[in-house]
């Protein structure tokens, strides 16, 4: 069955980097594109950013614009986010989704990232 298991989230000071990654299984993880999401208590999914199947197409929320990079490994089946220069307003607990052809969208389990001093 599909599985997208999210690492890497923490606490970390403003200022500060982390790199999340998304380990698929389930599907041939290279045809799909891969997005991260990202959500805070009382509010709806924000799509933070996307890349697609080949790794050659991305875009982003322009609030993490320059900041984050989303990028992936189709050998390991795993997708990634670099957040640098880290914001409080960056505290969420963040996601990794795919939609496939037939079957609709999957989510990870969320991986929590505070920002703060």
């Known amino acids: 069955q599909v599985q997208l298991v999210e690492s890497g989230g923490g606490l970390v000071q403003p200022g500060g980097s982390l790199r999340l990654s998304c380990a698929a299984s389930?599907?041939?993880?290279?045809?799909?594109?891969m997005s991260w999401y990202r959500q805070t208590p009382g509010n709806e999914r924000e799509l933070v950013a996307t890349i697609r199947s080949t790794g050659g197409s991305t875009n982003y929320a322009d609030s993490v614009k320059g900041r984050f990079t989303i990028s992936r490994d189709n050998a390991k089946n795993t997708v990634y986010l670099q957040m640098n220069s880290l914001k409080p307003e960056d505290t969420a607990v963040y996601y990794c989704?795919?939609?496939?052809?037939?079957?609709?969208?999957?989510w990870g389990q969320g991986t929590q990232v505070t920002v703060s001093s």
């Open positions: 389930g599907f041939t993880f290279s045809g799909y594109a």
């Open positions: 989704k795919t939609r496939l052809l037939r079957s609709g969208d999957y």
